[in-house]
């Protein structure tokens, strides 16, 4: 059977990608002397399976760990609205334990039995006591945090109003909503997520991410950043979530730094939306990069899928 060169394209580039998740995997398990854990790969499926467990942490986190020399600060990670530290993590946890980071997750603001659904403002000051303990177990004076979608952007409102800056030292947002987003963008969330419409547009969370929100007014009033905190933002030209994704994107103030990332830029296989993000190959090895500036590894580009990623 002769197999049309479309089809020999699409199984390269899926080859190309295999062979990049490989690198970055078998580069993490070279910094542990335990045998890697295993990635998972299917943000959907992990989702759900989220959904089902919802206090199960992903693999590799909230594991008893003493940060080392080059890793000093532990890594916590912040799931999205309506999403739990399982169905978010499941990639980045176990990679990052791997590469010999200190990982630690939480999940929050429940409301109405939706994860991450109640006011922003209050899943700060939860957030704000997890950070204590993180730090009181692990004797480590900051934190770095990688959050997803409203976990991406609610650190700031702990580190802007709570004090948090003192405790902060990288704050890595994987499509947050930095300056809210539109009905239509989380109306879209919650259809694919197969939630009762009703019950999660009207919850604390929803009503605090729309555009125009007093919450928003109020958050990004004083600016974006802080001193003495380095900020990343990755985005993908194809968030249905959090629109227009260039809204995610933040403005460096006195002090601070900002590194703002399109994953589309030399990589138009990228087909990643707000979902996929956290298990796009491409978004891990960004953070692994801004967690570790001195140690750079080569950006792969791989086929991402939505709903799904590689």
């Not at 542990?32 to 992990?46: D, E, Q, S, V, Y």
Request: net charge neutral; hydrophobic share 40%.
């Amino acid at each position: 059977m002769r197999i049309p060169r479309s089809l020999l394209g699409l199984l390269g580039l899926a080859a190309a990608g295999a062979v990049a998740v490989t690198a970055v995997t078998s580069a993490a398990g070279a910094a542990t002397r335990t045998p890697p854990l295993p990635i998972g790969h299917n943000a959907l499926a992990t989702f759900l399976v989220g959904l089902g467990t919802p206090t199960q942490s992903p693999a590799g986190a909230n594991v008893p760990c003493t940060p080392t020399a080059a890793h000093p600060y532990p890594v916590v990670l912040v799931p999205g609205t309506f999403e739990t530290d399982y169905g978010d993590w499941q990639a980045l946890s176990p990679l990052l334990k791997n590469n010999g980071y200190c990982v630690y997750g939480l999940n929050y603001g429940a409301f109405q039995g939706l994860n991450s659904a109640g006011h922003l403002a209050d899943a700060a000051v939860e957030l704000g006591t997890f950070i204590d303990h993180v730090r009181q177990v692990t004797g480590a004076p900051k934190v770095d945090i990688v959050g997803h979608s409203q976990g991406g952007a609610m650190p700031r409102y702990y580190i802007n109003f709570l004090g948090g800056g003192r405790y902060v030292d990288k704050l890595i947002g994987i499509s947050p909503s930095s300056h809210g987003t539109t009905l239509g963008g989380l109306a879209t969330l919650v259809g694919r997520l197969g939630l009762n419409p009703a019950v999660a547009l009207a919850s604390p969370a929803a009503a605090d991410q729309f555009d125009g929100s007093p919450f928003l007014a109020k958050f990004n009033a004083s600016g974006d950043t802080r001193p003495g905190i380095a900020y990343t933002v990755i985005a993908t030209r194809y968030d249905e979530v959090v629109s227009p994704w260039q809204s995610q994107f933040l403005t460096a103030g006195p002090g601070a730094t900002v590194h703002n990332i399109l994953i589309q830029v030399g990589c138009a296989a990228d087909l990643s939306e707000h979902i996929a993000t956290p298990y796009d190959i491409r978004v891990l090895t960004y953070v692994l990069n801004d967690l570790d500036p001195a140690h750079q590894r080569p950006v792969p580009c791989a086929p991402s899928l939505p709903l799904i990623g590689n």
